[in-house]
């Protein structure tokens, strides 16, 4: 599980040891995991694919080669296209599609060598329809993308590869933009039908599933995770239609 130090990747890491998974973690520093209930700590960067495939392999040597690969690194910036050059587009990239590239390529050859497996890759709302960030945007697009070109070229071995796509996630992440602009929820939840954010829980929650033997038949696959985002527009049905 990458970026396993994280606000969602703590969450993913105590819904899949709580499901009785033996959980090893990856972030870019041990230290962001101390704390947690790992079997093994990785840090390495994802943006070093001889450190990914590395790591991969040391998971291998310890008899610990992944079951499933929970790829949850990533990182974004609050940009619009104007805030886009070539240096930010090529960072948003390197870590989150590249990176993410880095690490699941050898962990589904893996896989595949052993019979099957499943890789979960969170992506983000992003990749299904323009919220800002646009270099961000395009590289969780990029793994939608990936994630059906493993589902349907090592589905034959075994692999299944799906996708979750959070909308805003209610982590510690946010709480800086609320000291600055504390009715920033006041702007932000009326986009959302169910009236709220999620919570990493959540994310996690779909993540397990999709992972499990419960979703056995499902590959190549896209579950948002977001309250509603992508469903429609509320405030143009309220603002259009019911205010017409």
């Known amino acids: 599980m990458t970026g396993a130090g994280g606000g ?16 090893s ?39 610990a080669a992944p079951d499933v690969l929970i790829s949850n690194a990533g990182f974004t ?9 070539a240096d930010v587009f090529a960072s948003e990239l390197a870590t989150n599609l590249t990176g993410a590239f880095h690490i699941a390529a050898p962990a589904i050859e893996s896989m595949a060598r052993r019979g099957g497996g499943a890789v979960v890759f969170i ?19 990029g793994l939608v993308a990936y994630a059906r070109a493993v589902a ?9 590869a799906n996708v979750v ?26 986009h959302y039908p169910l009236g709220r954010m ?7 929650k779909a993540a397990l599933f999709l992972a499990s033997d419960l979703a056995s038949g499902i590959t190549g696959t896209v579950l948002p995770v977001d309250a509603g985002l992508t469903a429609g527009n509320l405030r143009f049905v309220r603002d259009v239609i019911q205010g017409a």
């Open 8 to 23: 969602i990747g703590r969450a993913l890491v105590a819904a899949f040891a709580a499901a009785g998974a033996r959980v």
């Open 77 to 85: 910036r609050g940009e619009t296209l104007g805030d886009v050059d």
């Open 25 to 63: 973690g990856a972030d870019r520093s041990a230290d962001l995991m101390t704390d947690l209930a790992l079997e093994h700590r990785l840090s390495f960067d994802l943006t070093d694919a001889a450190a990914a495939r590395d790591a991969v392999a040391a998971l291998e040597k310890a008899g």
């Open 123 to 141: 992506s983000s709302v992003n990749a299904l329809a323009h919220y800002g960030n646009p270099a961000y945007s395009a590289a969780k697009a």
């Open 165 to 190: 796509c959070p909308g805003s996630v209610r982590t510690a992440a946010w709480d800086h933009r609320l000291e600055k602009a504390p009715d920033l929820l006041d702007r932000v939840l009326p």
């Open 198 to 204: 999620v919570v990493p829980e959540e994310v996690a």
């Open 152 to 160: 349907v070229e090592r589905g034959v071995a075994g692999v299944r």
